[in-house]
């Protein structure tokens, strides 16, 4: 299983942009999907989760601000980000778990095991 991100950019404060996971192999191994972030110089964060039944979670950070969304059919997920900040600066990372149930802690990045090349967004002041 492969899993790539696609349309990270720059955009000014106050921006949007929308980044884009596909999945590829035998795609059926994946059940919960997620996308972390990490800014130089500081750990990787959970920032949104998908559960298998559509069920999510944000980061405290970005609720109201970003969505995710995922098409079950194709294995893609999508990260739609509103209202960016300046601290929103960071690579970004699509990730998915296998098949493990109920996640204890659906941010934490240890629980994740496919993982993207991750893909860069800057946001200016």
């Known amino acids: 299983v492969q899993v790539a991100e696609s349309g990270g950019g720059s955009v000014e404060a106050g921006g949007s942009l929308r980044l884009s996971c596909a999945a590829f192999g035998y795609t059926y191994s994946i059940d919960c999907m997620g996308w972390f972030r990490q800014a130089p110089g500081k750990e990787r964060e959970g920032v949104a989760q998908?559960?298998?039944?559509?069920?999510?979670n944000y980061a405290d950070s970005v609720k109201g601000r970003f969505t995710i969304a995922q098409d079950n059919a194709k294995k893609t997920l999508t990260l739609q980000m509103n209202s960016m900040k300046p601290e929103d600066t960071a690579l970004y990372y699509c990730?998915?778990?296998?098949?493990?149930?109920?996640?204890?802690?659906?941010?934490?990045?240890?629980?994740?095991?496919?993982w993207g090349q991750g893909t860069q967004v800057t946001v200016s002041e």
């Open positions: 998908i559960g298998s039944d559509g069920s999510t």
């Open positions: 990730a998915g778990t296998k098949p493990t149930g109920v996640l204890a802690t659906p941010l934490a990045a240890t629980a994740y095991y496919y």
